[in-house]
C-alpha cells in the first residue's frame, strides 16, 4: 500500500512552468504504476500523464510535448514537469497509484490517490 501526497502547486503565469512532486510512502513504491489527474471547477476528473513501473510513458493529448512526467523510485517519488502552461491548466491535480504496475489513462483503474494539488495559471 502507498500513501501519495503531492506538492509544487501555484500560482503562475501563462507561459512560465511549474514542477509538481508526489511522494508516496511504501516499499514497494516501484512496482506501482503512477499517474497524474486534474480536474477544474465544474468539470470531470481528466487524464494527465502516467508512468508505469517500467518507466514507460503516456500523455493526455492537451499536454504532450509540454508536460514531463518522470520517477525516482530510491526516493519514493514521481514528478511532473510543466511547462508553456496556459489558463487552461488551471486544476487541482492529483497524484494517483495503480497496485497493477500499469499506466492507466482512467482514474478508476488507480487505487490510491492524494489530496491534491491547485495549479492555477492566469492570462
Known amino acids: 500500500q502507498v500513501q501519495p501526497v503531492e506538492s509544487g502547486g501555484g500560482l503562475v503565469q501563462a507561459g512560465g512552468s511549474l514542477r509538481l512532486s508526489c511522494a508516496a510512502s511504501?516499499?514497494?513504491?516501484?512496482?506501482?504504476?503512477m499517474g497524474w489527474f486534474r480536474q477544474a471547477p465544474g468539470k470531470e476528473r481528466e487524464f494527465v500523464a502516467a508512468?508505469?513501473?517500467?518507466?514507460?510513458?503516456r500523455y493526455a493529448d492537451s499536454v504532450k510535448g509540454r508536460f514531463t512526467i518522470s520517477r525516482e523510485n530510491a526516493k519514493n517519488t514521481v514528478a511532473l514537469q510543466m511547462n508553456s502552461l496556459k489558463p487552461e491548466d488551471t486544476a487541482v491535480y492529483y497524484c494517483?497509484?495503480?497496485?497493477?504496475?500499469?499506466?492507466?489513462?482512467?482514474?478508476?483503474?488507480?487505487?490510491?490517490w492524494g489530496q491534491g494539488t491547485q495549479v492555477t495559471v492566469s492570462s
Open positions: 508512468i508505469n513501473r517500467r518507466s514507460f510513458v
Open positions: 494517483a497509484a495503480d497496485s497493477s504496475g500499469n499506466y492507466y489513462s482512467t482514474y478508476e483503474e488507480y487505487d490510491y
Open positions: 511504501g516499499r514497494t513504491f516501484s512496482s506501482y504504476g
